[in-house]
């Protein structure tokens, strides 16, 4: 961004987007009212090419807000253009417009069948296919339904669909199977063009005879718990033991079974891998108490858990009795990326703004930047880690936050290919051991233009788009686009012995209690300051007194060792923040 367009623009929308999220513009000032927030604002402000219809309001007083009419088109790059000589006063030639752009993510879809279900358990004629379809970005319900089609002997069936609200996950049942007398089958077929895409293909279901009490499918579930899941033509009776009659090849450890309804799972007592071979014996019976005419062999891969990380236990406040510990876990991986991004102090109220104090937040340019991105060997950090299972980490964190006690600091945790132990990377594993201690550093990575690339922009991949990029493959660590940032993890923190309490009651009145996080004890004679929504200073102070100013009443009070703050909200009820900072 120009010199003389950062005297004006202080963050605006860049990089990948989802093609129905809002387009922002914040400025380094405010630019109208603030009681002006949610109002329409002047339809020329902003330009967007392509051209794209929707409404421009003002956000709050330094941001300029546009919502799409509707999305927004996948896989394009948009130019906004701003008059910020309509906004500000002698503004220079060469900032009288500013332009950013910003591209939409690419559109893929991807089919997963769950299998055939009875309807009812005790009518196993009519049967249903369940199964999930999974978008990379936003789309309308009534065109995901258009994109498949069910049919059996010719006969269209019906479709029923379960939407998530992010609208990227569609559940669907195809209803009217019929199982009868004959093995038969059903097609499902999908056709992308309804969402822009050339994407074709189908599937045929078995759909066995009513006699042919059958395994239909095995698979591996590889998550926390490793199990193999088989699936059945017919209900399982519950009440029947199947050790021997379910087994597994050169295995002579434990199995433990769980039935649910049409399917097996089958946990091993250790962690397996490679391929395995599992047997089904003749003698499972169904709920009809009829058992299998066949025995069957199946042949599944056991790997161990994908590369993934995540966090540990719940909230934002770190004590410092015993260093500042940053805990987290991982499997599969050698190493990971550690990124902080620091919200400056002085900018803490303007992130609360729009921000909860435990969100990773938006916009956050506006109010912080990013300090340190490092590469952190796991195994110094727990030289007995097993890395095939899920392992506790720690970071300490005091050497960096004691260079700004008060500013938050949000902890990024991510990943590379290179750094993942699964079997497509065991040959190039990156096994150099580096120095974790976490120090700032300049060197950050950037992009084709000179800005700083963080983990967090990596959505394609750490190395961005690609050209044999392709959506399906986010889910094998043995492509790029396994390790993109919808797998990181993040999570504010902020060093305090002080923990605070704050209750409020219906007559909008707060009781505010502080405590010692190390002991439980309350903390005696604390100082707090209240803050309103503009980020000004409510008047107030400790002792049993009571100010009056326009129709803003507030009363502090102390009382056996806890400071408390009572305030009454405006009549109007006009939005209040209120921010309890320890002096």
């Known amino acids: 961004m120009p010199d003389s367009v950062s005297a004006y623009v202080y963050a605006h929308t860049s990089g990948i987007v989802s093609k129905a999220a809002p387009v922002r513009i914040r400025f380094v000032s405010p630019v109208v009212a603030a009681d002006k927030a949610g109002e329409a604002a002047d339809a020329s402000l902003l330009a967007l090419s392509p051209s794209a219809k929707g409404v421009l309001t003002w956000e709050d007083s330094q941001t300029l807000r546009f919502d799409p009419q509707t999305p927004l088109s996948s896989s394009t790059t948009y130019v906004g253009s701003v008059k910020l000589s309509a906004l500000f006063d002698n503004v220079p030639a060469e900032a009288a417009v500013f332009e950013f752009d910003f591209r939409t993510r690419d559109q893929h879809f991807e089919v997963k069948i769950d299998g055939l279900f009875a309807a009812n358990p005790k009518e196993l004629a009519k049967q249903e296919l369940k199964g999930s379809l999974f978008t990379a970005d936003v789309a309308a319900a009534e065109e995901i339904e258009q994109l498949l089609k069910a049919d059996q002997q010719g006969k269209n069936l019906s479709i029923d669909w379960t939407h998530t609200g992010d609208g990227l996950q569609h559940d669907f049942l195809v209803r009217g199977i019929a199982r009868g007398d004959k093995d038969g089958e059903m097609s499902l077929s999908w056709n992308g063009s309804p969402i822009g895409l050339s994407l074709k293909g189908n599937e045929k279901v078995e759909v066995p005879s009513l006699s042919n009490f059958?395994?239909?499918?095995?698979?591996?579930?590889?998550?926390?718990?490793?199990?193999?899941?088989?699936?059945?033509?017919?209900?399982?009776?519950?009440?029947?033991?199947?050790?021997?009659?379910?087994?597994?090849?050169?295995?002579?450890?434990?199995?433990?079974?769980?039935?649910?309804?049409?399917?097996?799972?089958?946990?091993?007592?250790?962690?397996?891998?490679?391929?395995?071979?599992?047997?089904?014996?003749?003698?499972?019976?169904?709920?009809?108490?009829?058992?299998?005419?066949?025995?069957?062999?199946?042949?599944?891969?056991?790997?161990?858990?994908?590369?993934?990380?995540?966090?540990?236990g719940r909230g934002v406040i770190m004590p410092n009795s015993n260093g500042l510990i940053f805990p987290f876990e991982a499997v599969g991986l050698n190493a990971v990326d550690v990124e902080v991004f620091k919200i400056f102090n002085n900018n803490i109220l303007q992130f609360l703004q729009t921000n909860e104090l435990d969100q990773s937040g938006y916009d956050l340019y506006r109010v912080g930047r990013v300090v340190l991105q490092r590469k952190v060997s796991l195994q110094s950090l727990n030289p007995s880690a097993r890395t095939s299972e899920w392992t506790r980490y720690a970071l300490d964190l005091s050497k960096m936050i004691s260079q700004d006690p008060d500013a938050i600091y949000q902890i990024r945790i991510g990943f590379r290919p290179s750094y993942s132990l699964s079997r497509c990377n065991a040959g190039n594993v990156d096994a150099q051991q580096e120095e974790d201690a976490l120090t700032a550093t300049d060197d950050f990575p950037k992009d084709e233009d000179g800005e700083l690339r963080t983990i967090m922009d990596y959505w394609y991949g750490p190395e961005g788009y690609y050209e044999e990029y392709q959506w399906e493959q986010r889910e094998d660590p043995c492509y790029s686009a396994y390790y993109n940032s919808e797998r990181f993890v993040s999570r504010n923190v902020v060093a305090s012995n002080l923990g605070i309490i704050a209750k409020g009651g219906n007559d909008n009145s707060y009781m505010v209690i502080v405590a010692d996080l190390r002991t439980a004890k309350p903390i005696s004679g604390a100082d707090l300051q209240f803050y309103d929504f503009q980020q000004q200073l409510l008047p107030?102070?400790?002792?049993?007194?009571?100010?009056?100013?326009?129709?803003?009443?507030?009363?502090?009070?102390?009382?056996?060792?806890?400071?408390?703050?009572?305030?009454?909200?405006?009549?109007?009820?006009?939005?209040?923040?209120?921010?309890?900072?320890?002096?």
């Not at 590889?222 to 090849?249: C, R, W």
């Not at 433990?256 to 091993?268: A, E, K, S, T, V």
């Open 540 to 583: 107030g102070q400790n002792g049993r007194q009571r100010y009056s100013f326009g129709v803003y009443v507030a009363q502090t009070f102390c009382s056996g060792g806890q400071t408390r703050y009572r305030k009454r909200l405006p009549p109007h009820g006009r939005r209040q923040l209120a921010v309890f900072e320890p002096l």
């Open 214 to 312: 059958k395994v239909t499918d095995a698979r591996v579930e590889q998550g926390e718990d490793q199990y193999i899941l088989l699936h059945f033509s017919d209900p399982l009776k519950e009440s029947q033991t199947l050790d021997g009659l379910v087994t597994l090849a050169n295995y002579a450890g434990n199995l433990r079974f769980l039935i649910d309804g049409q399917q097996l799972r089958i946990y091993p007592s250790e962690k397996l891998s490679g391929e395995q071979r599992v047997f089904v014996n003749a003698g499972v019976r169904n709920t009809a108490d009829r058992q299998m005419k066949q025995a069957s062999e199946w042949s599944v891969t056991l790997e161990n858990v994908k590369p993934q990380v995540r966090l540990v």
